[in-house]
């Protein structure tokens, strides 16, 4: 296993850890842990799921034309990740976790 790999199953960690935070979650992994959903969050209150891959952080090194040297490198949502409505949930190296909220297009 390489030093990328241990950082993605850390931060999935940290995010099982945040998501359970809320009593009336249940979190749920697949079991081959291949494909579009890392977690699968059951509200038993709400009785909603909620689907979600897990991104650790990446940092830009360089300035672009648009972004600042150190600002968040961006991840969208795949095709098929969007077609089942799945979050992105960031963590940070220092085990910050947050979602960000998608902005709605207007027509």
Do not use: W
Request: net charge positive; charged share 30%; hydrophobic share 25%.
């Amino acid at each position: 296993m390489n030093h990328k790999q241990k950082k993605g199953i850390r931060s999935q960690l940290l995010a099982y850890n945040y998501l359970l935070k809320e009593p009336n979650n249940i979190v749920f992994t697949p079991l081959d842990g291949v494909g579009p959903i890392d977690i699968i969050v059951f509200n038993t209150k709400t009785k909603e799921y909620t689907n979600y891959d897990v991104k650790t952080v990446s940092l830009r090194k360089k300035p672009t034309h648009r972004c600042k040297a150190g600002s968040r490198i961006n991840r969208t949502p795949s095709k098929r990740q969007k077609e089942l409505n799945v979050k992105i949930i960031y963590v940070t190296e220092q085990g910050d976790v947050y979602e960000v909220r998608r902005r709605s297009r207007k027509n």
